[in-house]
C-alpha cells in the first residue's frame, strides 16, 4: 500500500480511539498528536518546525491545523510533554483559534509557553501537572511519568479512555545517573504494562543509534579538563534550554574561578525561569553582565551563549566572523561547542568553527570531544522501555522515515507482532478498537509556513518561485505597447538581477526583443498577454542556448 | 596578525621557493599549489570545488587563475596527485589558458583527464609517471611515491629545487593491508626523511578525527552480510571512482550469484576504465545492462549506482521519489550506501534514504553499518606521517581552518617547531629561503564560479541577489511616464514572484505607487531613475511594516 493513495478515513467506530499526527511523524520538528475519543480532542504537543535549504525565507513550519479546525471547540486541552520549540513553539498559533483552551504541563514547561505566549500578547490557561499526577481532561484520563531528555522537568502522559490505555513518551532517554536524580520512570511504565498498554507512542529519533546514551554527567569532568588548561577567555555554546549542560558549565567555572556571564537573549531568560524554579543553582555573586565580564582579567570569565547551531545573527557567528561588538576572540581563546548540529546546520555549524579557529580560537565541539549527549534514547534503551511496557500495539512517532523504520524492527525484536507495529506518518488516520490499532485512511497535512508576520500565504507555489530566483534570478523585459495597434512605443526596457555580473550580458536580448515586438505587430497581435508570451518565450530559449541557465523571465507589456 | 591585512609579497629572494595555493587551503575542494622557482612555475593538481547553500545556482567553483594568468608561459608543467574532481576537475580550464602544458599524472589519473577533457573537446599533452619515478619539469625534480587513498594509483610528489626539498602528500591515508597491496610508500617517505625534507605539505582533512581509519577491506565482510541476507534486489551505491569499493561489491555479488548492473554514466565509465588498466577484476559474465537486470530473478542482481550523495537527478534519487522509470523500490529491497556524506550534503542524502525507506527498503548506510571509510589518514596516521618524513617546516593544506590547526598541533606534537608550521589560506604567500618557511604576502584569491556555460560571469553580486530572490523573491512596479511631465500614463502594473501564494496581498501597494507618482508628479519631477526610487522607498517601507520581510523591489519606470 502506498501512503498517498489512502482514502480520508470513515466515521471512528463506537468505542475507538482515533490516533492522527499533524506534524512530527516522517520529520523530526513540529510534533503534534490529536486523540479522538467519543467526538472530543486531546491534542498531545504542539511544536514548531525549522525550514531546509527548499524552504527558503520561511522562519518557522507550523503543524497542519486544517483537520481540526471545524473541530475547535470538541478539544478538551492540549497537554505539553516539556518545553522544547519543537513540542510547544505552535502553541500561540493554535491559542489565536482557541484562547481558552487548557494548556498543561510541567512547572518548567509552562513558564516557557508563558513567557513565549508574553510574546504574541496571550495569557494563557495553565494547568500544572507533575509526575505521578492524574487529572481527567473531559473524556481523557491523563496520567503524567517522569521522564529524561534534555530539558528539565519533562513529562510522558498516560491516556485512558474506554477504548484503552495509551502511553506517549514524549521526547525520552533512559540515563540512569541523571544530574537532578530524576530518572525516567521505568517503574511506573512498568506497572502500566501489568496493567496493559493497548498503544505504545515512541520517540525514534535515535532508534538507528546502537547501544546507550553516555550520562550527561560525564561530560562535567570534559569541560573540567578543558576549561582548567584555558589561560584566556572561554565561551560555551549550548542550546539556551539545555539547563542540566549550563548548570554543569556553571560548576566548573565556580571550580575555576570565573565569574559567568550569559550571552543571548533565550540564554539569559531560560536561566532566570530555571534559576526561579530551583532547577538551576546560581551561587549569589557566579553571574556578571557583559560589561562586567569584559572588565574582568581574561582567565577570571567565561560566557555562556545561545548559537550553537551557527545562527547567522547570533553572538558566536558574529564573534567568528570578527565582528562582535565587545567580544573579539584571539589566538589562545578556547570556545566550546557543547551541542549537537541539528541536520541541516551542519555547513552554518562549521562555519563559525572554521571562523573561530581562523581567529586562532581553540574550538572545541562534538567531533573532536565528548561535549555533547544526545537527549533521545538509543537503540539499546528503545528495547528497556519496550520490556518494561509490553504494548499490545506500537506507533512509533518523532522521527523521519528512517527512524520509524529502525524504531519499528525494534519493537518487533522485542516480541511485538510486526502486524501490530503502526507505520503511520503525518496525517495518517490510525484506529485503535477492540485493543487493535491500525491504519484507517489519511487526512491532508501540509507545510505551514509562517514568514515574518504572515501564517500560510506562502506556500509551495510561492517557494517554488523563490527556488527558481534563488537558482537563476530574473531577466525583465518591460515595454509600453500601443493598445490598439500593438506597436512597441520606444525601446523595450530590459534587466536582469542574480543573472550575471556582466552589465553586457542582455544586450543581446534588446535585438531579440525588438524583433519579437515587430513580429507581434506585424501578425496584428494587441492582446499584451499574448505578446508577453511571445517574449517570454524568446528570451527564454536564448538563454537557455546561451548560458545553459534557467532565469525566471519577466515580461510586462504595458497597453498604453 | 590578521590574514586579510597581508600585502601583496615583494620579490622572491634570490634561490628561494615561492608556494602559494589558489584553492584548497582553508576549504576542502579545488585543490591547487602554485611553486615558483628562479622565475618558472610548477602547478600541483587543478581541481573544482562544489558550492553551498550560499552560492546558489553554481555549479563548480574554480580556483583562481588570476594569479599566475600573466605568466602562463612560465608553468612547466602540471602535475596531478590523484584523479578525484577536486584534483583534476579545473584541468580543463587551466588548459584553454596553455593547451600545450603537460598534464603530469599516473595512468588512471590521466586516464580520468583524457576522458574529462574529450567532453571539453581538449586533447592534453598527457606524461604518465608512476611510484619509483623521477622526472624534471624545467626547474623543477619531481619524484613520486605510491599513496593509499580512495581511488586507485594515488601520488605523492617530491619537488626538488636548489631551495630545498619539498614534499606533497596529495590525499592520503596509510591503509596498511590495503586490497591492492599498494601501501602508501612510508619506507620512501622515510628515505626523504634522511636526506632532509625542507616542506612538507601534509592533506589535513581528518585531522580532528582520532586513531586511525579502519581497513577498507573490512568493508567486505560487512557487505557480505548484509548481502547474504537479501532476499530481493540489492542497490549499492557509492562514488564513481571508488573502484576498491566497487571491486568489494563485484567480490560479493560473486559469491551470493547475483549478477551486476552499473547505473550512472560516471560509473560505467570509470569502471570501465579501471578495468581496461586492470585495476578492476570483472570476471566474464558478471556484467550485465539494465535491461538484462529487469529480466533476472530479483535475488540474483545487484545494482551497483552513482548518486550516494543524494543528487537529485541520480538514479539513486528518482528511485527514493518513486520516478525511475525501470527500478521501482519494493518491501524488502535493500539499499546500501557504502559511502561518506560530504558536508552539506547531508539533508539531500538523508532525503533520500528517508524516501527508500518509506516504500519499504531496508537502507544500510554509514549511520547504521560500516559500510564506508574514510581515504584520509585520521591524526594517528598523520603522526607516523610526521615521524617519518622529520619535516623542517609543514604547511597544512587540504582542509578547512579547524583541520588546518588540528594538523598543526599534530606537526608540534612530534617535534616540529611551532614557529615553522606556517598556517596559510588561499591566496597567501610562503616563501622557503635557507632553510625556513615563512609567509610573506598574500595575492588575492576570489570564488570563480561556472554557471552553466559560463565561467567567471556569476560573482559575488550576482549571488548576492539571488540570495535576496530566493529568501524573498520580488515585487515589480512598472509604470509608463510622460517623459515632459512625469504624469502616469495609466494605472501601474504591480506583480509578485516568490512574495506570497495571495494574489490580493499587493492590492494596497497600488494605491501606494499610485499616491507616490502623484506626489512625484506634483514636485515636478521627471527624471525616471529618480522616480523609480521613490517607488522602491515606499513600497520597501510598506512591505516591511506589513510582512516584516524584505522582497527585492523592482521599480521600471518608463518614459514615453
Chains 1, 2 share one sequence.
Not at 184 to 195: H, Q
Not at 214 to 223: H, K, S
Request: aromatic letters at 4%; glycine letters at 10%.
Amino acid at each position: 500500500m502506498t501512503y498517498g493513495q489512502l482514502a480520508p478515513p470513515g466515521a471512528l467506530a463506537d468505542g475507538g480511539l482515533r490516533i492522527v499526527a499533524l506534524g512530527g511523524i516522517g520529520e523530526i520538528g513540529r510534533n503534534m498528536t490529536v486523540f479522538e475519543y467519543g467526538g472530543r480532542l486531546l491534542v498531545v504537543d504542539c511544536g514548531v518546525l525549522f525550514p531546509e535549504d527548499q524552504q527558503p525565507g520561511v522562519d518557522l513550519i507550523l503543524p497542519d491545523f486544517r483537520a481540526i479546525e471545524p473541530r475547535l471547540d470538541d478539544i478538551d486541552a492540549i497537554v505539553l510533554t516539556h518545553g522544547h520549540e519543537d513540542h510547544i513553539g505552535a502553541v500561540p498559533f493554535l491559542l489565536r483559534h482557541r484562547p481558552d483552551l487548557p494548556v498543561v504541563g510541567s512547572r518548567f514547561t509552562l513558564a516557557l509557553v508563558a513567557a513565549k505566549c508574553r510574546e504574541h500578547r496571550l495569557t494563557p490557561r495553565l494547568v500544572e501537572v507533575a509526575e505521578g499526577g492524574r487529572v481527567g481532561f473531559g473524556e481523557f484520563d491523563c496520567e503524567f511519568f517522569a521522564v529524561n531528555h534534555s530539558i528539565p522537568d519533562a513529562l510522558a502522559v498516560a491516556i485512558r479512555t474506554p477504548a484503552g490505555l495509551v502511553l506517549h513518551t514524549g521526547d525520552i532517554k533512559l540515563d540512569q545517573l541523571p544530574l537532578d536524580g530524576r530518572l525516567t520512570d521505568l517503574a511506573g511504565f512498568s506497572r502500566l504494562g501489568d496493567e496493559g498498554v493497548d498503544l505504545f507512542l515512541v520517540d525514534s529519533t535515535n532508534a538507528e543509534v546502537p547501544g546507550f546514551v553516555m550520562a550527561e554527567r560525564e561530560i562535567g569532568p570534559v569541560l573540567d579538563n578543558v576549561i582548567s588548561r584555558a589561560g584566556q577567555r572561554v565561551i560555551v555554546a549550548c542550546f539556551a534550554s539545555h539547563v542540566h549542560r549550563v548548570q554543569q558549565v556553571l560548576d566548573v567555572a565556580i571550580a575555576h574561578d570565573r565569574r559567568v556571564a550569559l550571552v543571548g537573549r533565550s540564554m539569559v531568560r531560560n536561566m532566570g525561569i530555571a534559576a526561579e524554579l530551583g532547577l538551576l543553582r546560581v551561587p549569589d555573586g557566579l553571574l556578571v553582565d557583559l560589561a562586567e565580564a569584559m572588565e574582568l582579567p581574561e582567565h577570571q570569565v567565561l560566557f555562556v551563549s545561545t548559537g550553537s547551531q551557527g545562527e547567522p545573527l547570533s553572538a558566536l557567528s558574529r564573534m567568528a566572523r570578527g565582528e562582535h561588538r565587545q567580544i573579539r576572540i584571539r589566538p589562545g581563546d578556547t570556545v566550546v561547542l557543547a551541542s549537537s548540529m541539528i541536520p541541516g546546520n551542519e555547513t552554518a555549524v562549521f562555519g563559525v568553527v572554521n571562523g573561530l579557529a581562523r581567529l586562532g580560537a581553540s574550538v572545541v565541539h562534538q567531533g573532536n570531544a565528548k561535549v555533547h549527549v544526545s537527549g533521545h534514547a538509543s537503540a539499546g534503551e528503545l528495547l528497556f522501555l519496550y520490556n518494561a511496557v509490553r504494548p499490545s500495539n506500537v506507533m512509533p512517532v518523532h522521527g523521519e522515515w528512517r527512524h520509524l523504520r529502525a524504531n519499528a524492527a525494534l519493537a518487533v525484536a522485542t516480541g511485538v507482532p510486526a502486524e501490530n507495529v503502526v507505520l503511520a506518518e503525518d496525517g495518517v488516520v490510525v484506529d485503535l478498537v477492540d485493543g487493535r490499532a491500525s491504519i484507517v485512511g489519511r487526512v491532508e497535512v501540509g507545510h505551514v509556513y509562517v514568514d515574518g508576520l504572515s501564517v500560510g500565504d506562502v506556500g509551495e507555489s510561492t517557494l517554488s518561485d523563490r527556488l527558481i530566483l534563488g537558482e537563476g534570478g530574473f531577466i525583465a523585459i518591460t515595454v509600453a505597447v500601443d493598445s490598439t495597434t500593438g506597436r512597441p512605443l520606444g525601446p523595450p526596457t530590459i534587466s536582469g538581477r542574480g543573472f550575471s555580473d556582466d552589465p553586457k550580458a542582455l544586450d543581446e536580448v534588446m535585438s531579440l526583443v525588438e524583433m519579437e515586438l515587430s513580429h507581434t505587430e506585424s501578425e496584428g497581435i494587441t492582446d499584451t498577454h499574448r505578446i508577453a508570451q511571445s517574449v517570454r518565450r524568446v528570451v527564454g530559449r536564448w538563454v537557455a542556448d546561451t548560458y545553459r541557465r534557467r532565469p525566471m523571465i519577466v515580461p510586462t507589456v504595458i497597453p498604453v
